[in-house]
């Protein structure tokens, strides 16, 4: 089946730097992926909507020039968390799609961001 | 307003038996649902979806059950094994290319 992979898969950072998170499609073309962020005992949040070779779009209340979304190929849709603060700390997963239709998506591994 | 609800934070069962677990939506523009299993520290893998011109899926021991009317859907496991032991998501999409919608989980576990 599909795969997604995310790496790295855990990340500690000291606060004021920034992190880089790749998302990649290992065996299909991903026009469309998505990044989420798992907060303790709550849902997958969608914080954006990457597409290939445009400008990401933010869900409300996600900070666009905090959270930097690159989807430069359609293999590789990349989160940097600029600035880095302990608050960001959290589960960050990311999705893509087959077709660009979101009925079933393939999900990547996580990457769980601690900021110190 | 939260569109897509698990009201069941969590739920144990016996090995051997039937799980079920629960989900409620609020928007009728929903058409696909699906169900993911998480397991600690990693990402949620697809289980099993279903589409709202059908009432029911199976697959191997896990089946949905949709139902359009009251906009709730379930997802029973049988026979539940302590490998189920994960959170569960329920998810809807709205046709087009729009973002799943998942509810807030609900834990399973699976007692030997």
């Known amino acids: 089946g599909a795969v997604v992979s995310q790496h790295p898969s855990r990340v500690i950072c000291k606060s004021g730097t920034s992190v880089k998170i790749e998302c990649r499609s290992l065996?299909?073309?991903?026009?469309?992926m998505f990044w989420y962020r798992q907060f303790p005992k709550k849902s997958l949040m969608l914080m954006a909507t990457?597409?290939?070779?445009?400008?990401?779009?933010?869900e409300q209340g996600v900070e666009k020039d905090k959270f930097l979304i690159n989807h430069a190929s359609l293999t590789l849709s990349t989160l940097t968390v600029t600035s880095a603060h302990p608050e960001d700390s959290s589960f960050y997963i990311c999705?893509?799609?087959?077709?660009?239709?979101?009925?079933?998506?393939?999900f990547g591994e996580g990457s769980r961001l601690t900021v110190l | 307003d939260q569109q897509v609800k698990q009201n069941s934070p969590s739920l144990s069962v016996q090995e051997g038996r039937i799980s079920i677990l629960n989900c409620d939506y609020t928007n009728s523009m929903f058409d696909y649902f699906l169900w993911y299993k998480k397991y600690p520290a990693e990402g949620p893998t697809f289980l099993i979806s279903i589409s709202s011109i059908k009432d029911k899926n199976e697959d191997g021991r896990f089946t949905v059950f949709l139902n359009k009317s009251a906009k709730h859907l379930s997802l029973h496991i049988v026979p539940s094994q302590p490998g189920d032991s994960a959170v569960y998501f329920c998810a809807a999409s709205a046709t087009g290319n729009t973002p799943l919608v998942f509810g807030k989980g609900t834990r399973l576990s699976v007692i030997a």
């Open positions: 990457s597409n290939e070779g445009s400008k990401a779009t933010y």
């Open positions: 999705s893509a799609s087959l077709t660009g239709f979101t009925g079933e998506l393939f």
């Open positions: 065996d299909f073309q991903a026009t469309t």
